[in-house]
């Protein structure tokens, strides 16, 4: 293939999924009310500003409801950039201020700005809107050009072409205690030898993470510095808790709202806390939101010169903010030269904190899940790179239909796969995840009977069913939409799917060890409110594609689709059913209309494997 010809159409492929995200953001702003938008968790509206604090050089700020009363906005979620909106503005304020939710409570959403937000903004009510970021789709444009012209990019361009990848003869080593299976092995040792890149293809619990963790080990052990990257900052901190487990030392860059709590001594801010320059940062920062608050007070007194004087004291928190992440930068600067591993989303990887650093190596996980120039990104900052995922999970997401068919849910990963096959990759084939029972389907259907279970988990059921696959053919559970969504959701089988919960329940788990999956978000906002006093004790509903890498001791599977005409939508992509059966240890109940999703033969052979095992129970069974 031509590789100049590539890289420009997936330029005009991601302007096309650009546009269409763009399009679906005012089409919803257009379509539907204040009111409307919040029902769909795409706004917080009559909010109000609870109180003010700083975190890591930006103001954040925490909203509310006065009352105390739960907030909605599903979507806006911690690491989502949002904007405030005036109450009552018939259209956007000009200088309506946008932030990075940092926290998120049933009743608070905190805010985090990097310039202080105008008075408006926290003084009264408001509503805050969930906003499509520019970022990421400006850096992943930069990423293509610089693959196509910089000279960093260039020396890609022969293995992504076609051209055979090199090895060394031998692995650079040094060996390290660790405990691998053969594939394991193997694929560590095909990672070691890649002279510019080298793929483990981790089918689901066989550990293609630990593998990862062990190709970073060496690279430290040989003084090398190390990028460690994933699609997801949820598979970053899964990386990043595997490798402090292993006694590597990480530093994670990234905004601190968009880490996990229990990581954050991890982060450069906290990292850079201890340092001079970042103490003085503190301090500013510190100085800066009380000249904000003396400000407000000047406002409110009787005399001449009040606004003055507050205008004032805001520019001069303005400057003692900007000095503040100046001083920071610099700190930063300073522990990411220590650092030997850092760990970034990769879409975060052409931000300014790693600007001109380059890595020995790039280890990226779940890299089928990113499209191909979000991994560019990696590899443009390494000497050589080892890609860990699964082509036969899920693939990137990708709105645009004209981005889909024009191959932009193509990983690089699966790329690979397709010109080099197993002169690039090592398949590993030993799963700890799941009972024997749970594995064999998914094993024999997408990996040709391949996989085998470690003994440890072979024969761990919490009954004597660890698979049950509920047929609720007949019973006239339809699927349908609710109104202005695009969504499905089936109330029948929904409140069937609850009460398999409560017999999981039953058998003695704890609810937080127990998920319920379904591949429609209107199904899971049903089951959330069926289920929502046992959410409150932990137990976790969740779309497919919110699961991907996650685990549990038991899962409901809820189908949905139910219907005449034997259509299955998305379902038909195997993979994202393939990341459903997979996520159980001990286990899985799947509940579906077998007359519906067995017309497509992927769930045609699942219904045959359920009876042929003994699994399948009918939906009049479970009246009882």
């Known amino acids: ?102 926290r998120r409570t049933r009743q608070r959403v905190a805010v985090a700005f990097d310039e202080p937000p105008p008075d408006w903004a926290t003084e009264g009510r408001v509503t805050l809107e969930l906003e499509p970021s520019p970022v990421t789709w400006e850096r992943l444009a930069a990423g293509l050009g610089r693959m196509a012209q910089a000279k960093e990019g260039r020396r890609w361009h022969a293995v992504l072409a ?10 650079r080593g040094p060996e390290l205690a660790a405990p691998l299976n053969p594939e394991q092995e193997r694929a560590l040792d095909l990672a070691d030898r890649a002279d510019d890149l080298a793929l483990v293809h981790g089918p689901p619990g066989t550990g293609k993470t630990t593998v990862l963790v062990e190709v970073v080990r060496r690279a430290v052990a040989r003084g090398e510095r190390v990028l460690a ?9 899964n990386l990043l808790e595997r490798l402090a487990a292993a006694g590597v030392d990480g530093v994670r860059v990234g905004h601190p709202a968009r880490v996990l ?86 879409t975060s990887l052409d931000g300014p904190a790693l600007a001109g650093r380059r890595f020995a190596l790039a280890a990226v996980d779940e890299a089928t899940q990113a499209v191909e120039p979000a991994a560019y990104l990696a590899l443009l900052r390494a000497d050589r790179a080892v890609l860990a995922g699964d082509h036969l999970q899920l693939p990137p997401t990708v709105l645009s239909a004209a981005a889909q068919a024009g191959g932009l849910g193509v990983s690089l990963f699966e ?110 906002q049903r089951l959330r409110q069926l289920l929502a006093a046992r959410v409150d004790e932990g137990l976790e509903v969740d779309t497919v594609d919110g699961f991907q890498g996650r685990e549990k001791e038991a899962v409901v599977v809820s189908l949905v689709r139910s219907n005449e005409a034997g259509e299955v939508g998305f379902l038909a992509d195997v993979r994202r059913m393939n990341v459903a059966l997979t996520r159980a240890r001990r286990k899985l109940v799947v509940v579906g209309d077998g007359a519906t999703v067995s017309r497509h033969p992927f769930y045609a052979a699942f219904l045959e494997h359920a009876q042929r095992t003994g699994a399948w129970r009918s939906a009049w069974e479970r009246e009882g």
């Open 229 to 237: 990257a994933a699609p997801s900052n949820l598979a970053v901190d």
């Open 162 to 171: 076609g051209a055979a990848p090199a090895f060394a003869a031998r692995a």
């Open 1 to 102: 293939m031509e590789l100049p010809d590539h890289l420009e159409r997936l330029r005009a492929l991601l302007a096309a999924e650009r546009e269409e995200e763009r399009a679906r953001f005012e089409e919803a702003r257009g379509r539907w009310s204040v009111a409307e938008r919040a029902a769909r968790g795409l706004a917080l509206p009559e909010v109000e500003a609870l109180d003010e604090s700083g975190l890591a050089g930006r103001a954040l700020v925490s909203y509310g409801r006065a009352d105390g009363r739960p907030l909605g906005g599903a979507r806006l979620g911690v690491g989502a950039l949002v904007r405030v909106q005036p109450r009552h503005a018939p259209r956007a304020a000009e200088d309506a201020p946008a932030g990075v939710v940092a």
């Open 261 to 346: 709590p229990a990581l954050l001594d991890h982060t450069l801010e906290a990292r850079v806390a201890s340092h001079e320059a970042a103490r003085i940062a503190a301090e500013l920062v510190r100085e800066a939101l009380q000249l904000r608050r003396d400000a407000r007070k000047r406002k409110q007194r009787r005399g001449p010169g009040r606004f003055s004087e507050a205008r004032v004291a805001e520019r001069d928190a303005r400057a003692l903010l900007a000095e503040a992440r100046a001083l920071e930068a610099r700190a930063e600067a300073e522990v990411l030269e220590r650092a030997p591993v850092v760990l970034a989303t990769l």
């Open 415 to 524: 790329r690979l796969v397709a010109l080099h096959g197993d002169a690039v990759k090592v398949t590993l084939l030993e799963q700890h995840r799941m009972h024997e029972a749970i594995m064999r389907f998914p094993s024999d259907a997408l990996y040709g009977g391949a996989l085998r279970a470690h003994p440890a988990a072979a024969a761990r059921g919490l009954d004597a069913a660890p698979l049950e696959v509920v047929d609720t053919a007949g019973r006239g559970f339809e699927e349908s939409t609710p109104e202005g969504s695009d969504s499905k959701q089936n109330e029948g089988e929904a409140e069937l799917a609850a009460a398999e919960v409560e017999r999981v329940l039953a058998l003695g788990v704890a609810p937080a060890d127990v998920a319920v999956i379904s591949p429609y978000d209107a199904q899971v």
